[in-house]
């Protein structure tokens, strides 16, 4: 703070000049002043009286504060309230460099000032004046304007922050879809904020500067397109959330960031990068100092908006430090509590990020196969089959893929359901494939998510498709038992399927949270995912209570669940060759009832495998009439 510069509040009557500005004064430690009492005794009367002062009256009381100003900004400085309704005035009053007036506009509308003079007590202000101020004023194009429509304590915080004189609490990189309404949500919790965006001519220019112009009067934002004035303008230690595309755009801007960093500062990755080289970052940047925080987050433009699930991990003091703001923004669980926790040490939070992610590519091609077989194999119209989802939601299987997929079933285009006109021909991200690739490098079966990758690489072979159903000519029946009855199994078959795709999940986070030495809490995790992210759902609800006391116990081994699977086992069996017998698809399905009969299957056709890898390769096999730490080789041919 410069200590000479004087603060001009100014504003029409009412607009809480004196009380904003004695706080103001109190809070930088300068004197205050109030323009009124410097009025000549003949002004006060004449104000008094009801009668507007003319510019004939005001010119030597404001070449008397100009006077003033010129000795207070050689003292210690002060804050002056004022009236400067028009630009002229506030011409008058400079009598000192423009960069040592600091201009303070107080904005509010007419009948919230006319309310408030109502209620004033012993001043010589009439409230009949202040339709005459109104037309007086111009408002300035300079200096900062302050809504005056919020408390005291909050309208000092804006001005602090809008001079500069308080730095932000945080700062955000990367102002794309997710990054501004992550910085909108940001704001709504009174958190003060700087943001900043790159500038490419053409393309993206003072997107920072644009997102600040649309924010209301009465939040603290910052923007930026330097980044050396962006970190500067941030509270040290610093925390920064980085909001831009995974993978080389994230080096970038840490290789940016580095030099202008103290330490101890903390850098947050929001985006959805690989949880390997979350890990190399974190190295990298602990070395000098500064703390990494690898940060999954879910939830769509939506949730960012309104409050995602928030799945940090690195250093447990970066998080202490810098986990107040994520758990601020983050969606709130039944209980109100946070949908954001410490997940654990290194790329983990990634990681769970990823398996997230896994777990959402097998739900979505889940629930598109079952569209797929109401739709063509029982004929039904888009309604109808979001209305059979509706009827699910309420039966205890609700979830926000659920619901998304019965509204995306009723929207039409003109007197056509637009699902009939969007291409069978399926993008992806990346994450889900990341997933089938781990839980290989890992040795885990990851059924349910590896089909449904797939089934989107195949879904990508549009041309190749169309060439071979010409080519086969293969048909597809349509249902000849009860319609009612094979609802009923498919509800069944779609819960039973939907188990398995999580436990497939879970079992992948328990076994990388050994191999890595991570300490996952699974219960924490089901629970950080029940609002706020894509797979919120009852059964998540669920599997959070269900692994409160067990959390190494895999999910389809709980009681609560084999009773479930019990009762829903055969109509999955039914419906998966119901549907391949009549010429429909059904990856994930297919995939999750195979991985199901063979996890309960004691006897499985393993031993073949390993006969075959020691015939042809010598690779040697273990015995059950033998130690489990013995293993034998076979001359096959003998």
């Known amino acids: 703070m410069n200590s000479k510069t004087v603060y001009i509040v100014f504003g029409v009557s009412g607009s809480g000049k004196t009380t904003i500005g004695k706080v103001l004064a109190k809070t930088l430690d300068i004197p205050f002043y109030d323009a009124d009492d410097f009025h000549?005794?003949?002004?006060?009367?004449?104000?008094?009286?009801?009668?507007?002062?003319?510019?004939?009256?005001?010119?030597?009381?404001?070449?008397?504060?100009?006077?003033?100003?010129?000795?207070?900004?050689?003292?210690?400085?002060?804050?002056?309230?004022?009236?400067?309704?028009?630009?002229?005035?506030?011409?008058?009053?400079?009598?000192i460099h423009n960069e040592s007036i600091k201009w303070i506009f107080l904005d509010g509308n007419y009948d919230l000032i006319s309310s408030r003079l109502k209620a004033r007590r012993k001043h010589f202000f009439k409230k009949e004046l202040l339709t005459s101020q109104f037309e007086t004023l111009e408002k300035p194009s300079t200096g900062i304007s302050i809504?005056?429509?919020?408390?005291?304590?909050?309208?000092?915080?804006?001005?602090?922050?809008?001079?500069?004189?308080?730095?932000?609490?945080?700062?955000?990189?990367?102002?794309?879809?997710?990054g501004k309404n992550l910085a909108k949500n940001i704001l709504s919790k009174k958190i003060?904020?700087?943001?900043?965006?790159r500038q490419i001519e053409g393309k993206e220019v003072d997107v920072a500067k644009h997102f600040v112009n649309e924010q209301s009067n009465d939040v603290s934002v910052l923007g930026f397109d330097d980044l050396s004035s962006f970190v500067s303008s941030i509270a040290q230690p610093r925390t920064i959330m980085i909001?831009?595309?995974?993978?080389?755009?994230?080096?970038?801007?840490?290789?940016?960031?580095?030099?202008?960093l103290s330490k101890e500062d903390c850098l947050i990755d929001g985006g959805n990068s690989h949880y390997k080289k979350t890990s190399e970052r974190e190295k990298k940047l602990l070395k000098h100092g500064v703390y990494f925080l690898g940060t999954g987050i879910s939830g769509g433009e939506e949730g960012a908006l309104k409050g995602p699930s928030i799945m940090p991990g690195g250093v447990k003091k970066a998080y202490d430090r810098a986990g107040k703001f994520l758990e601020a923004i983050a969606a709130k669980d039944k209980n109100n509590n946070s949908c954001c926790a410490y997940i654990g040490p290194e790329g983990s939070g990634h990681y769970v990020k990823m398996?997230?992610?896994?777990?959402?590519?097998?739900?979505?091609?889940?629930?598109?196969?079952?569209?797929?077989?109401?739709?063509?194999?029982?004929?039904?119209?888009?309604?109808?089959?979001?209305?059979?989802?509706?009827?699910?939601?309420?039966?205890?299987?609700?979830?926000?893929?659920?619901?998304?997929?019965?509204?995306?079933?009723?929207?039409?285009?003109?007197?056509?359901?637009?699902?009939?006109?969007?291409?069978?021909?399926?993008?992806?991200?990346?994450?889900?494939?990341?997933s089938t690739i781990d839980a290989l490098e890992l040795g885990m079966p990851a059924n349910t998510i590896s089909e449904a990758v797939m089934a989107r690489n195949l879904s990508g072979m549009k041309s190749q498709r169309g060439i071979a159903s010409n080519a086969y000519q293969l048909k597809q029946a349509s249902i000849t038992e009860n319609e009612a009855d094979f609802i009923i199994s498919l509800e069944k078959a779609f819960y039973a399927t939907s188990i398995i795709n999580h436990t497939i999940g879970f079992d992948l986070l328990a076994h990388a949270s050994q191999e890595y030495d991570w300490n996952l809490d699974m219960s924490?995790?089901?629970r950080?995912?029940?609002?706020?992210?894509?797979?919120?759902?009852?059964?998540?609800?669920?599997?959070?209570?269900?692994?409160?006391?067990?959390?190494?116990?895999?999910?389809?081994?709980?009681?609560?669940?084999?009773?479930?699977?019990?009762?829903?086992?055969?109509?999955?069996?039914?419906?998966?060759?119901?549907?391949?017998?009549?010429?429909?698809?059904?990856?994930?399905?297919?995939?999750?009832?195979?991985?199901?009969?063979?996890?309960?299957?004691?006897?499985?056709?393993?031993?073949?495998?390993?006969?075959?890898?020691?015939?042809?390769?010598?690779?040697?096999?273990?015995?059950?009439?033998?130690?489990?730490?013995?293993?034998?080789?076979?001359?096959w041919k003998s």
């Open 40 to 95: 000549s005794a003949t002004n006060i009367k004449k104000m008094s009286d009801g009668i507007p002062l003319n510019d004939e009256d005001r010119n030597p009381w404001l070449q008397k504060l100009a006077n003033k100003i010129k000795d207070w900004h050689h003292e210690k400085g002060a804050v002056l309230a004022c009236s400067a309704l028009k630009q002229k005035y506030r011409e008058m009053l400079k009598s």
């Open 147 to 178: 809504n005056i429509d919020q408390g005291t304590e909050e309208i000092i915080v804006e001005i602090l922050h809008k001079l500069n004189l308080k730095k932000s609490q945080l700062g955000l990189i990367g102002l794309g879809v997710m």
């Open 528 to 635: 950080v995912w029940t609002n706020g992210c894509i797979i919120r759902s009852d059964l998540m609800e669920k599997i959070s209570s269900l692994f409160v006391n067990a959390n190494t116990t895999s999910l389809l081994l709980f009681p609560e669940i084999i009773t479930t699977m019990k009762a829903n086992n055969i109509a999955l069996k039914n419906i998966a060759a119901t549907a391949i017998k009549n010429g429909y698809s059904l990856p994930v399905i297919s995939a999750a009832l195979n991985y199901f009969l063979t996890y309960t299957s004691a006897q499985s056709s393993a031993n073949m495998i390993q006969a075959q890898r020691d015939y042809f390769g010598a690779h040697a096999y273990q015995r059950i009439d033998k130690s489990t730490d013995e293993y034998f080789h076979t001359n």
């Open 192 to 197: 003060s904020l700087s943001v900043y965006n």
């Open 243 to 260: 909001m831009v595309n995974s993978g080389k755009p994230v080096d970038m801007i840490i290789e940016a960031l580095l030099p202008l």
């Open 524 to 526: 924490e995790i089901a």
């Open 355 to 434: 398996v997230h992610n896994g777990i959402e590519y097998g739900e979505m091609q889940l629930l598109a196969e079952i569209y797929h077989l109401l739709r063509f194999y029982c004929n039904m119209t888009p309604e109808q089959i979001s209305e059979i989802f509706e009827s699910w939601r309420s039966n205890g299987k609700d979830g926000f893929l659920l619901e998304i997929t019965a509204d995306i079933l009723q929207k039409k285009e003109g007197e056509q359901f637009l699902i009939d006109i969007i291409l069978d021909k399926a993008g992806q991200k990346g994450t889900g494939g990341w």
